[in-house]
Structures are given as C-alpha cells and as structure tokens.
C-alpha cells in the first residue's frame, strides 16, 4: 500500500507536496499560535482540478483536509485540527481577468489581496476589503472569514465586495456559487460560503466586485493625553453624520511599540491616537475631515496633524498597517483578539480590557476599528514562562464574553476559529445553534473538511483541544 506522501505525489508533481518535521512544524498553526497540531502532510495545488483531485482522494481514504491561504489568521482557521492533509493555495496566485468595464475582476483565491488593488489601480479601481495583512492575506483567506479592514468602515466587509466563488465542495464537486451579478434573485448562497470559515468547502476562484478610486483622501492624525477623550471622539464624529472612510484607534500600549519602530510626530504626553481618513468627491472629503477634526479638538485633542501629501498619509497608515507587528518588540509572543461593541461602549470596554490584562499578569495594548467597534486588544507575554498560555485564553475568554454582555459579538472579522468555538453559546441559544448545524449539514455532512472549527460538534474535537492547549503549556 503507498504512502500519504507518494499518494499525494500521484496526484500532483513531486516538488509541490511537502512532508517532514521541519514542514509540520512551520505549518502547526496559523498567525493564532495558542492552539497547534501538525499536519501529516502539505499539499501546494496550482489549479481547481488539482485541488478537487487532492479532496476526492481524502473522501475516499476519510482522510481529513484543511484549506489554508497565506496563515494569517488569526482564531485557528487554518489549524490542521485532526492532522491529515492541509490544501495550501499559495501556488494559486493568477489574476485570470481584470474587466473593467463592469468593475470586476477574477482570480485564483491564493492572489494577495493589495495585488488585486495593484492590477486594476490603472483603471481608476480598487478592491476595497483592506485587512492589516493585505500585503500578504489572500483572497481565499478573506473570503473564508470575511475579513474587514480600516475602510470596511464606510465600504463594507468582504460579502459586499464577491460576486462568485468557485468551490470544491465536500462531495469533491466543482460548483460556482453567485452569478457575477450584485442582488441576484434566490437564496443568497455566497453569503453563506462567504465567511463559512473554509467548513462548507474549498474556494479556488472568486470573481470580486471593483470600486472607482475616490476622487479625494484626506487623512489625520490626532493625538490624546488619554484614551477615553479618543474614544469619547469617536462616538462623536460618527454622532454628527460623518461616515469616515476609517477611523482607527491606538491606545498606549501599542503607541510605544509603533514610536520605537516608526517616526511619528506626536507630543510626549501622547496616550492615545485617532487615525481618521475621508474620501470621495473633493468638496465632501475636505467637509467631513473639517468636521471630525472640530470633534477632536473638542474632546481635548492636544494636537491634529492633516496629511499634505500621499507621502505623509502612507507614512501615517505604515504605523497602522504594521502596528501589530511591531508589538514583538515589547515581548517574544502576541495574541490578537477581536470582539465588537456597540462605539458608546469603548470607554467602558477598554477599561475593562486593562483590568483583565491586570488580573492575568500579561501586557495588553488596543489597535482596532474604532468607527465600527471593532476590537483588537493584544496581549503580549513570554509564551516560555509556566502558565502564561492558560492566563492569555482565560484573559481572551473573559473579553469576549464582556463584548456579548454589553451588547456586541464574538467576532468582527477574524473568525471563529478554533479559538472561540466554545464562546458561541453565550451569544446564541440552542434553538440558534441547532439552525447553524441545520444549515451546515446542507453543504457538509462529514467530518472531513476542515473539523473541529465554528461548531465543534465532530467526535474527537474536545479531546484534540485538551491536548493542543495541553502541549502548549
């Protein structure tokens, strides 16, 4: 009988199948790195038939698989939970069409999601989801977890922007869910897929909808002697009729990470900054960031710096976009987590983040969504000291469970993962659940495409999670 690896070698080329304790362990998780469990091997696809071949050999065999893109997640979507095979789609990067007549543009799902913006940036377009990974997420991650990003804001998550998906569904069938048409008569299909977290299949094609670059970007940066007057702003702008395109929160805790690794101008009393952008047509742009502007210095803003040129707003947004990776110079492990509030409740909230942080001994910095209460707290401890892995899941736990209490959920964008599977009955109740399985079960009635994430409801998962978070610390 052959092998895992020489199976996987009939069906695709030699060089893109990968085994050995050096892969298991460069694949044991993704960007959330509390849980981990290696997989027995890793498959680089460079087509939808290879990939439809790969999954109907783990039918076959009931050999579990789990798709991943770049490993930028964040809640464990693309934890190889059971083992068995994970389908990378990192070879599945071909833009197949820029049509920009009708504002659309296809790819395979591993193309990096700025690489999209960078194809049809000619035309006057770009793609809109901007998650702080862009640079290296792809469009098959986006999709599985409906990613957001600062300008989901005003423009919407990753569902408002797909028009089609092409799938391997978990019959190992090739199906195209959406028409390519926005507002299509039916049931929404794409909306379930999109989001579905890669459990109702494998995506390997979208066709996502272009939008017209603005004719105008104003961008501002202001600066707090504390963070309750930043997020007391917040609330305000949103309360005069401004939609920002994004409006951005750094708190303390992540401004002396960025400071340390990028020039930014802002005075030595700085405890919290608002980043605020406005865009459309000029007269509107420069209107709505006067306006967010006046909320600022309302609220006790001790300075408010306007972009004058492109140069200035990318080095502002370079703070933002790679904020999260600098937090690795305040200790050796990060775990983001992300919950939503109602904006009326930030001040509250992250009050209640930093007496968590206190109680469980670790560092906690806050860089989020502020205009739409998305909440990004980020804990930063030594994963090597004993019983900081078990104080980092408590401390997440608690947060969460504080955003459903107050009126919020358990995710805004980074998925649910394997690390918040447990949360989902404290913001539904079983009737609520029983329709989620109900609904799953129409695509998925194995326990074979990516198990044990969203609802753990497979046998063994439980188990599988005592041991991850067992081996962990």
């Not at 990974?133 to 977890?145: D, F, L, P």
């Not at 300008?151 to 408002?160: E, I, N, R, S």
């Not at 006790?300 to 200035?312: C, L, P």
């Not at 009955?425 to 079960?441: A, L, T, Y």
């Amino acid at each position: 009988m052959q092998t895992l690896h020489e199976e996987m070698e009939r069906l695709l080329a030699p060089d893109r199948v990968l085994m050995g304790p050096d892969v298991q362990r460069a694949y044991d998780c993704d960007a959330y790195t509390v849980d981990r469990n290696a997989p027995s091997c890793v498959v680089l696809p460079i087509s939808t038939e290879e990939v439809q071949s790969v999954v109907r050999w783990c039918i076959a065999n009931e050999v579990p698989y789990t798709p991943r893109g770049a490993g930028t997640g964040l809640s464990g979507g693309a934890l190889a939970a059971m083992g068995g095979v994970l389908v990378s789609t990192k070879k599945m990067t071909r833009i197949l069409d820029v049509d920009a007549p009708n504002r659309r543009l296809r790819a395979q799902a591993g193309a990096v999601n700025l690489r999209l913006s960078k194809e049809c940036a000619q035309y006057g377009l770009h793609f809109v989801p901007d998650p702080s990974s862009q640079s290296v997420c792809t469009i098959g991650g986006n999709i599985a977890e409906n990613s957001g990003g600062p300008h989901t804001l005003k423009y919407g998550v990753t569902v408002q922007h797909v028009l089609e998906a092409k799938m391997v569904d978990t019959q190992g069938e090739v199906v195209t869910v959406g028409c390519g048409v926005a507002g299509a008569p039916g049931l929404d299909l794409l909306g379930v897929v999109v989001g579905s977290e890669g459990t109702l299949g494998i995506v390997t094609e979208a066709l996502v909808r272009l939008t017209p670059n603005p004719e105008k970007v104003e961008t501002a940066l202001a600066s707090f002697a504390d963070t309750r007057s930043a997020t007391e702003t917040v609330a305000a702008i949103i309360a005069e009729g401004t939609i920002p395109a994004a409006l951005e929160m750094i708190d303390e805790g992540c401004l002396k990470a960025v400071l340390a690794a990028f020039p930014l101008n802002v005075p030595a009393e700085t405890r919290a900054l608002l980043l605020i952008e406005c865009d459309g047509a000029e007269a509107k742009a420069t209107a709505d960031i006067q306006t967010a502007v006046a909320q600022c210095k309302a609220h006790r803003a001790i300075q408010v710096d306007i972009a004058k040129d492109e140069k200035e707003r990318t080095r502002l947004w370079t703070a933002r976009k790679k904020g999260i990776g600098a937090m690795g110079r305040l200790a050796p492990t990060i775990v983001t987590h992300d919950g939503v509030i109602p904006r009326s409740k930030l001040p509250e909230m992250l009050e209640f983040v930093y007496e968590v942080a206190r109680e469980h001994g670790l560092g906690v910095g806050n860089m989020f969504h502020a205009g739409d209460g998305n909440l990004h707290p980020i804990f930063y401890f030594d994963d090597r000291e004993s019983g900081k892995i078990d104080a980092v899941v408590a401390a997440g736990e608690k947060v969460i469970a504080k955003c459903i209490e107050i009126g919020g959920s358990a995710s805004g964008e980074h998925g649910i993962g394997v690390e918040k599977s447990a949360l989902l009955k404290m913001m539904f109740n079983e009737d609520d659940m029983r329709m989620q399985e109900d609904v799953k079960s129409v695509f998925n009635t194995s326990s074979l495409c990516n198990p044990c994430k969203v609802i753990p409801d497979q046998k063994g998962c439980v188990e599988h999670m005592r041991r991850w978070r067992g081996a962990a610390t």
